[in-house]
């Protein structure tokens, strides 16, 4: 028999306009989506006949810096889903990570508090990387509050999909697995191949694509597969980017960031410069790999030399050429990662169950739940 939830499956008809993210509250990220042409809805009217719609929480655990950023890239993602589904999705954070008073300030204006998700119920939750400050994840101030909501949503939701430090975090949690610190930070722009092709989450990703990573650590492909997980996509240079739980759905890990804008990595290097320049650095970051090209790398060294000058004679440095920097920058990997996550939201729609609060639809057995669903 076969299950069907709330969203996608039967229920999309060809030919009629998508109706993805739904802004349902004044949260500035929607406005400047739709400025940049996306498709946001506003809250549909009583008499306006319903629609399938999904509720995502997305546990932004950003710094400051990234907070709003992080908000428009997971959502910019969710918002390009071409289904006939509306999306809700609820930005929360956690108060043991420090914030400034305007994050602080952000956060309580336009997010939700775990507690009320909790009272409404989700059907999938996202969750962010963070900074971390201390060599064991289990040290940090927001562990324990994380835990929290990871245990409340293993049993809620109907999957949990993670990004970079978040899927560290989670294998940790739930596995075990303590990831391995590289020799040097692995970033830039590498190439990747689907590992398993069979998987509905690489559905349409053919041959090779792009992915972004930026990270001190990893987790390999033997430390997933020797605790039963099951590995996507992969880069012969950065390892592992894509795998899902021993179930094959319930969680979904991502260890680069598809959600990653253009300039993402080139923002990063610009703070990784300045701490340079500020002292904070022994020596200056090396360039994100297969990232920039000759002519914007010649710009970038002209203004290390002019800095190193600067320094030495104890003048003020040269302002970060961004301006200059940034038409030569290529985003080669959105459009792989919109339909990863498209690919998420679809499993999303035909597992979950008719009501937020319930985890699954009618038939879906918990602990085989792709199984469950006929012809996927």
Not at 130 to 139: C, F, I, K
């Amino acid at each position: 028999m076969r299950a069907v939830g709330r969203a996608g499956g039967s229920r999309a008809k060809s030919g009629l306009t998508p109706m993805p993210l739904v802004a349902h509250n004044e949260l500035p990220t929607f406005e400047r989506l739709k400025e940049a042409g996306q498709h946001i809805l506003a809250p549909r009217p009583k008499a306006e006949p319903a629609f399938p719609e999904l509720h995502i929480g997305l546990l932004n655990m950003m710094p400051d810096a990234a907070l709003t950023a992080t908000e428009q890239q997971f959502m910019r993602l969710v918002a390009a889903s071409p289904q006939q589904t509306r999306f809700y999705i609820y930005p929360f954070s956690l108060k043991e990570l420090n914030r400034d008073d305007r994050a602080e300030e952000h956060i309580a204006r336009y997010y939700s508090t775990f507690d009320e998700l909790v009272a409404d119920g989700l059907d999938a939750l996202i969750i962010t990387g963070a900074n971390v400050a201390n060599p064991s994840l289990d040290q940090e101030a927001f562990w324990d509050p994380l835990i929290e909501v990871v245990r409340w949503a293993e049993s809620h939701v109907s999957s949990i999909l993670c990004s970079c430090l978040a899927t560290h975090a989670l294998l940790k949690h739930s596995h075990g697995i303590d990831r391995v610190r590289l020799p040097q930070k692995q970033w830039g722009v590498y190439r990747h191949e689907i590992t398993e092709s069979g998987h509905p989450l690489v559905n349409g990703i053919g041959g090779e694509f792009a992915a972004p990573h930026s990270r001190y650590n990893e987790i390999t492909r033997a430390q997933l597969e020797d605790a039963g997980l099951v590995v996507l996509a992969e880069s012969p240079e950065a390892g592992v980017h894509l795998a899902v739980s021993p179930d094959r759905c319930r969680v979904v890990y991502f260890q680069g960031h598809p959600e990653y804008h253009a300039v993402s990595l080139l923002k990063e290097y610009k703070r990784e410069m300045l701490r340079f320049v500020a002292g904070e650095l022994d020596a200056p970051p090396p360039y994100p790999e297969n990232y920039l090209p000759d002519a914007a790398i010649a710009i970038a060294d002209a203004y290390l030399k002019g800095c190193t000058k600067a320094l030495a004679a104890g003048r003020t440095v040269p302002e970060f050429p961004e301006r200059e920097l940034t038409p030569f920058v290529r985003n080669t990997w959105t459009a792989t990662g919109k339909a990863m996550v498209d690919n998420w939201l679809k499993l999303v729609g035909r597992l979950t169950g008719r009501d937020r609060k319930q985890q699954f639809a009618d038939g879906i057995d918990p602990n085989r739940p792709l199984d469950s669903i006929a012809g996927i």
